[in-house]
């Protein structure tokens, strides 16, 4: 009898702890049901992504042409000049416009801007009209190019730094500008050694804006 009265307690027991284990399992079950799912975190976008104005926007796109072209125009002239010195200003003008380039890049990345990675048409025509030119008249063509196509980059990143709003793109412009005034000077002085006149070469460096022509000493003294 006795022995009878243990399993019956025994038996009591499991129903009781299975009981509210049961219990605890439909508690959690229930919980889960009235718990929010979890979300899946996007991906970060910059803060200032979202706000880019169309000024800036457009100053990435003409900054990344302006240097593939002078990339593109310095393999140019380092596969065709015969001239040591127009050689070795093609060779830093790449490298330094690779170096710009990549820059800007993570610049309109962070900024959500795609570039376009090849030149647009009108860039693809000059380039390859510097391609046709005739060998002898090839250094003073390119060295011309140089000056007005460093004058045109040095209004825009001048006239940047005063009108663009986003202060990483402002102090990009800023602090690219020392560069362009060193190749334009490189580019006038390579001017004058391969025989540009100096009527031309004033002509071109009118197109400059005010405060930069005050400002720009020579390649040399630098």
């Known amino acids: 009898m006795k022995t009878c009265n243990n399993s019956v307690t025994r038996l009591l027991r499991v129903v009781s702890i299975g009981t509210a284990l049961s219990a605890a399992i439909l508690t959690a079950s229930a919980f889960q049901e009235q718990s929010p799912s979890p979300t899946v975190p996007l991906p970060a976008v910059p803060g200032n992504a979202a706000q880019i104005s169309h000024r800036a926007k457009a100053f ?10 002078e990339i593109a125009m310095a393999n140019v002239a380092e596969a065709t000049s015969q001239n040591n010195p127009v050689k070795e200003m093609a060779r830093m003008l790449r490298s330094d416009h690779q170096q710009n ?6 610049i309109a990345q962070s900024h959500l801007v795609a570039l376009d990675p090849g030149l647009n048409s ?5 380039v390859e009209r510097l391609q ?5 008249d090839f250094d003073k063509d390119y ?3 140089m000056l007005k196509d460093h004058v045109k980059c040095i209004k825009m990143f001048d006239k940047a730094v005063g009108d ?3 202060l990483d793109i402002r102090e990009y412009a800023h602090s690219t500008l020392p560069a362009l005034r060193k190749h334009l000077r490189h580019a006038e002085d390579t001017a004058r050694a391969v025989g540009v006149d100096e009527a031309t070469i004033s002509s071109i460096l009118k197109g400059l804006p005010s405060e930069e022509a005050q400002r720009a000493v020579t390649f040399n003294q630098n």
């Open 164 to 166: 663009i709003e986003e």
């Open 101 to 106: 380039y990549a820059q800007l890049q993570m």
């Open 143 to 145: 060295a011309k190019i």
């Open 132 to 136: 046709k030119a005739s060998v002898a």
């Open 60 to 69: 990435l796109q003409d900054a990344a042409q302006a240097n593939q072209t």
């Open 122 to 126: 009108m860039n693809r025509r000059a």
